[in-house]
């Protein structure tokens, strides 16, 4: 099984299996998910990113904004499925 | 000494000696000794004798009046008198002969007088034929000496041998040729040592090789018997031995798979995790393996701890469910949600469900990832903004139809 961390803006994003990020070991994996578990409480208005080197970093959290985006109709789900679809 | 004598008047000749009667009897004789010319040293010593009328005495000690140095018979053999000692010298116990005598030499031995025959030579006499130096009998008063002629024995300068036989052993190669050297040697002495050096060169013929002759078969190498001077390699190919037809982290012939995910009835799946260090808007889903379309069936399910339907735990799937309800509201059950449309560039989405869709923004056809968005109200941490918790792990499941 391939492990890997996603690094963002120099913090750790996340860490997953399978493609993509950068490879670690599973040693590793097992590390910095420990610390993911062991994350600070975060507030309404605080949040905290992982530094690489397992410490975290306050920061203020942003509310994110709902997508204005149309919801699909199920017969154009189901039109979907059925390879009408064009992409 | 016989005299013409005239005795009483009467002449008498020749005569050698005279007797007259002695007063009282007998006679006595009177011999001339007039012509005796021994001398005292003549006679042997003490003895006596009448010399011309007057008797001498002998001073010989060899006795009988011989000179020093002269040999006489005494009727007992040959003797010799010593000049010095006057000792007499009995020669009848010698034992030399004439072939112990050096030649004229003479000597008295008992058989009397010899004269030597034991000749005198010198190196002149020496004679060589061949290696055999010959020096006749006899004396050799120094040491003779007699020079052969000198030899040679000289190998041939070189030789040549053609059609050698070459033997290929484990490790070694034979070359092997009888060979045979016959040196010109002229009569006479040869002294110690070496003369000349011969050098040998061999012929032999063998096959040369190299990479080039190698031959393969699938996975068989052929080498032609032959020399190879150097190391031959031969690499074998082939154009299907690439990293994505080989199972992920299996290496063939050094080549390590990355093919993951795999299906049955030829349906081509892969699977992952991801666990959010922060909670996240959206997370990008990268699959392992490039695609040309894309997955005809996606879902994402929680694995964390429990969460209510309201509050998390969800599990997202592109299958259409009419309702749109639940089908059950376990932690880990699974959810229907909305058909979102796979569409490159731009999103479609509703507002309820998950839609991954390829790279937002990106007008690319690639179908190498997808992003995992969560604004629908029934997202568990909609309220916060961010549905992908932090410390949750999240599966995912991407399956494409089998291409032909």
Not at chain 2, 183 to 200: E, F, H, K, L
Not at chain 2, 219 to 244: F, H, I, M, Q, R
Not at chain 2, 373 to 400: D, L
Request: aromatic share 10%.
């Amino acid at each position: 099984m391939r492990y890997y961390k996603d690094i963002q803006d120099g913090f750790i994003a996340a860490i997953g299996t399978g493609g993509g990020g950068v490879e670690i070991t599973e040693t590793e994996y097992e590390t910095i998910l420990e610390a993911i578990r062991n994350k600070p409480a975060r507030t309404d208005t605080t949040d905290y990113h992982l530094r690489q080197d397992l410490t975290w970093e306050e920061y203020e959290r942003i509310e994110p904004q709902p997508d204005d985006d149309e919801e699909a109709a199920p017969e154009e789900v189901l039109d979907i499925l059925l390879g009408g679809a064009d992409d | 000494m016989a005299q013409n004598i005239t005795l009483l008047g009467a002449s008498y000749s020749d005569v050698p000696s005279v007797e007259l009667p002695k007063t009282g009897g007998g006679t006595a004789q009177f011999d001339d000794t007039t012509d005796a010319n021994a001398t005292a040293a003549d006679i042997a010593l003490s003895k006596t004798a009448y010399v011309n009328g007057v008797k001498l005495v002998g001073t010989n000690q060899g006795g009988g009046g011989v000179d020093a140095g002269q040999v006489y018979q005494d009727g007992a053999g040959y003797i010799v008198l010593d000049d010095d000692s006057g000792g007499k010298y009995d020669p009848s116990d010698a034992t030399a002969t004439a072939a112990d005598i050096l030649y004229p030499k003479t000597a008295y031995v008992s058989g009397g007088k010899v004269t030597g025959s034991i000749v005198t030579k010198s190196s002149s006499d020496l004679t060589a034929s061949g290696a055999t130096v010959t020096a006749p009998a006899g004396y050799y008063a120094t040491a003779a000496t007699k020079s052969v002629a000198s030899g040679s024995a000289t190998p041939a300068a070189s030789i040549s041998a053609t059609g050698a036989t070459v033997t290929a052993g484990t490790n070694t190669l034979t070359f092997s040729k009888s060979v045979s050297n016959t040196p010109q040697v002229s009569a006479g002495y040869i002294s110690a040592g070496s003369s000349g050096n011969t050098s040998v060169s061999l012929t032999a013929s063998i096959d040369t090789r190299s990479s080039s002759d190698l031959t393969a078969s699938n996975l068989t190498v052929t080498a032609p018997s032959g020399y190879y001077a150097s190391n031959a390699t031969k690499t074998l190919s082939d154009e299907y031995l690439l990293a994505e037809n080989i199972k992920k982290n299996i290496t063939i012939f050094g080549v390590t798979g990355s093919f993951e995910g795999g299906g049955g009835g030829g349906l081509v799946y892969e699977t992952g995790t991801w666990t959010p260090a922060t909670d996240s808007e959206g997370y990008f889903i990268n699959f392992a393996n490039s695609h040309t379309t894309a997955p005809f069936y996606y879902a994402i399910s929680c694995t964390s701890e429990f969460v209510s339907s309201s509050s998390g735990g969800l599990i997202y799937t592109n299958l259409h469910q009419a309702t749109g309800e639940p089908l059950h509201t376990s932690a880990t059950g699974l959810r229907y949600g909305y058909a979102q449309r796979i569409a490159s560039g731009g999103s479609n989405s509703t507002s309820n469900v998950t839609y991954p869709y390829t790279n937002q923004g990106d007008s690319s056809a690639s179908y190498s990832r997808y992003w995992a968005k969560e604004t629908g109200i029934n997202a568990p941490q909609y309220s916060s903004g961010y549905p992908w918790r932090a410390g949750s792990t999240y599966k995912w499941i991407a399956v494409w139809a089998p291409t032909s």
